[in-house]
């Protein structure tokens, strides 16, 4: 079976849609989890694949959290062999950084479920399925500068650089398409600090994750599917 390592930050958020994607595509994945394994061990260019998940710290923190650093620097690696690698979030934001480009507080926070737009060349990337239905979860307070060379695929009004890629083999998601109903209250608790100083409404956020659920599960493995399918290895 092919290799696919996901580094996770918080414990609920996991692949979640993304993973039968990966399991239909022979990948036998292995979650790398921050502060348990070794971020030194792991062999940045040898693994088939490399998912890069979200969490609730900023992708230039590195003076607090020592770790980005590190995986920064698998990132380069990554990146430097054009090994196969998708960032999520917070994921995202390090190839961002990891390609040299500006990762900043947006000034805004955008959370909850709303369309994201694509470009042209997202229409006709593996983000296609947004094209007929491009509702979303967005949960983040940071962006980054486009990074030299990287085709943007998607925005909203809120945030210029929803998606991008760096040929087929290099791409970073702003957005959670792996979010769905399915675990979503733990995303709720896990996240209740921010989303009480933000003032999100919580029964809202739940409401919208059911009443989308079942297509936003649909969306996620056929833009895996797509992406796995045009990689160049």
Same mark, same amino acid.
């Given at each position: 079976?092919?290799?696919?390592?996901?580094?996770?930050?918080?414990?609920?958020?996991?692949?979640?849609?993304?993973?039968? /994607?990966?399991? #239909?595509?022979?990948?036998?994945?292995?979650?790398?989890?921050?502060?348990?394994?070794?971020?030194?061990?792991?062999?940045?260019?040898?693994?088939?694949?490399?998912?890069?998940?979200?969490?609730?710290? $900023?992708?230039?923190?590195?003076?607090?959290?020592? +770790?980005?650093?590190?995986?920064? *620097?698998?990132?380069?690696?990554?990146?430097? *062999?054009?090994?196969?690698?998708?960032?999520?979030?917070?994921?995202?934001?390090?190839?961002?950084?990891?390609?040299?480009? &500006?990762? +900043?507080?947006?000034?805004?926070?955008?959370?909850?479920? #709303?369309?994201?737009?694509?470009?042209?060349?997202?229409?006709?990337?593996?983000?296609?399925? +947004?094209?007929?239905?491009?509702?979303?979860?967005?949960?983040?307070?940071?962006?980054?500068?486009?990074?030299?060379? *990287? *085709? &943007?695929?998607?925005?909203?009004?809120?945030?210029?650089?929803?998606?991008?890629?760096? $040929?087929?083999?290099?791409? $970073?998601?702003?957005?959670?398409?792996?979010?769905?109903?399915?675990?979503?209250?733990?995303?709720?608790?896990?996240?209740?600090?921010?989303? /009480?100083?933000?003032?999100?409404?919580?029964?809202?956020?739940?409401?919208? #994750?059911? &009443?989308?659920?079942?297509?936003?599960?649909?969306?996620?493995? /056929?833009?895996?599917?797509?992406?796995? $399918?045009?990689?160049?290895?």
């Amino acid at each position: 079976m092919k290799s696919a390592i996901a580094i996770r930050h918080v414990g609920f958020e996991d692949l979640g849609a993304f993973a039968p /994607a990966l399991r #239909a595509a022979g990948y036998q994945v292995h979650y790398w989890d921050t502060g348990e394994q070794e971020l030194w061990t792991l062999e940045p260019v040898k693994t088939d694949l490399l998912i890069v998940l979200g969490g609730p710290i $900023g992708a230039y923190e590195d003076h607090a959290y020592p +770790f980005l650093a590190e995986e920064i *620097a698998i990132l380069e690696q990554r990146l430097a *062999a054009n090994r196969p690698t998708l960032g999520i979030c917070l994921g995202a934001q390090l190839i961002a950084r990891a390609a040299g480009a &500006r990762v +900043f507080p947006s000034g805004v926070k955008e959370i909850g479920f #709303a369309p994201i737009r694509l470009t042209q060349a997202g229409q006709y990337s593996c983000l296609a399925p +947004f094209a007929v239905e491009p509702m979303t979860l967005h949960w983040h307070g940071d962006t980054f500068d486009l990074p030299a060379g *990287a *085709a &943007r695929l998607a925005s909203t009004d809120l945030c210029e650089n929803q998606a991008f890629a760096m $040929g087929p083999n290099i791409i $970073g998601l702003q957005f959670h398409p792996e979010a769905s109903a399915k675990g979503f209250e733990k995303w709720l608790v896990g996240h209740a600090a921010e989303l /009480a100083t933000a003032k999100i409404d919580v029964p809202r956020l739940r409401a919208d #994750a059911q &009443r989308y659920g079942a297509e936003l599960e649909r969306k996620a493995q /056929a833009v895996l599917s797509n992406w796995l $399918g045009g990689l160049e290895v």
